[in-house]
């Protein structure tokens, strides 16, 4: 009978106990029992792989995980060097819990799922926190609508006030984007938010008329949380407030009004609404009410470069530059807020176009 040679035995042992012939290199992670515990370094039995050291430089970098370490526990490392001057593994502890935080966050980001995490701090970009320990960052910008701080234009030195609020409170989050090698790691919970509204906007459709009530005013819109479902909130763009132009939210509604609104679109679980949809339209009829060198009275709302706007009636009408020479010598002849009288010079309700000079 043949007899196997050695090498054949060994390829078989090999492929029969993979585990027992493993080889280490740096970057791999290994498990161990503490051996020894000292001031300038750990101890660490890896089994089959021989003792593992840490030391104190890695130990420091790791005195958390180090502190309540004793013999006999188990620890979780990364290789740095396999066989050093003493012929010991070198290890690193804070690598090695570093990779094990990046691999549960990856994977977390894989789940798509959302997930909590408490506030910790903020700054003038959003708010930070940590996820499996790493720190974390979540921009304004990422806050959901009952976070968003709700700040009109002069308020805006409040929006430090609005984002200290969230400190310490639990919010659900999903990870936008999660990168090691240059450690971001950044939230959203936005798109936590837009998970479960997604089911919830699936009763609602584009043309609906719903009620709801303010919940907050911005420079570029306004929060409206729906009345028969407080779990869904709206946003109302600023050129979806009123027909006319409107600088500030906080002239056509406030805070807690109710309001019946339109549902303009419903895209990715977020909902636009309109308020000018349920308005009539001043300029249907704006033809037979304004004509060429007809004399009007009107407010002057606003400046720009190109003029003024000015309040007539329920419309607003453009006075041109030009009928003045410069802004400054415009801003001479009328003032913000106060009324004069102007004739109309050319007047095209198809283009919503009110042209008006100051009357001599």
């Not at 607003?316 to 010598?329: A, I, M």
Request: net charge negative.
């Amino acid at each position: 009978m043949a007899t196997k040679s050695p090498n054949t035995l060994l390829t078989q042992l090999i492929k029969n106990e993979p585990a027992a012939f493993a080889l280490l290199k740096p970057g791999d992670l290994v498990d161990g029992t503490v051996l020894e515990k000292g001031a300038r370094r750990l101890l660490v039995d890896l089994g089959k792989f021989g003792v593992g050291v840490v030391y104190r430089g890695e130990l420091l970098a790791a005195r958390e995980a180090v502190k309540g370490l004793k013999p006999g526990d188990q620890v979780h490392a990364k290789v740095i060097a396999v066989d050093n001057d003493e012929g010991l593994v070198e290890l690193s502890l804070a690598e090695a819990g570093r990779q094990k935080a990046w691999a549960a966050v990856l994977e977390l980001q894989e789940k798509g799922e959302p997930f909590a995490v408490k506030i910790t701090s903020f700054n003038k970009g959003g708010v930070t926190t940590k996820v499996a320990g790493l720190p974390a960052f979540l921009p304004v910008s990422q806050l959901g609508g009952e976070h968003y701080p709700k700040i009109a234009p002069e308020g805006r030195s409040e929006l430090g006030v609005a984002l200290a609020k969230l400190v310490g409170e639990e919010i659900m989050v999903k990870i936008l984007d999660a990168n090691p090698r240059t450690e971001k790691l950044i939230l959203s919970e936005r798109e936590a938010m837009e998970v479960s509204t997604r089911e919830l906007v699936k009763n609602y459709e584009v043309g609906q008329v719903v009620e709801g009530i303010v919940s907050g005013v911005a420079d570029f819109g306004v929060f409206v949380r729906f009345t028969d479902n407080p779990a869904l909130e709206g946003l109302i763009h600023i050129s979806e407030l009123s027909h006319r132009v409107v600088e500030n939210p906080k002239e056509v509604v406030k805070v807690d009004d109710v309001v019946k609104v339109k549902i303009a679109d419903i895209k990715d679980g977020r909902i636009s609404l309109s308020l000018k949809a349920l308005q009539a339209d001043p300029w249907a009829d704006a033809a037979e009410r304004f004509a060429v060198g007809q004399e009007v009275m009107g407010a002057v709302y606003s400046f720009n470069p190109f003029g003024a706007i000015v309040t007539v009636g329920d419309l607003q009408g453009q006075l041109h530059v030009t009928e003045f020479g410069s802004v400054e010598e415009m801003k001479g002849k009328v003032a913000l807020g106060k009324s004069y009288g102007f004739v109309v010079q050319d007047v095209k309700p198809a283009e919503r176009r009110l042209v008006l000079k100051l009357k001599e």
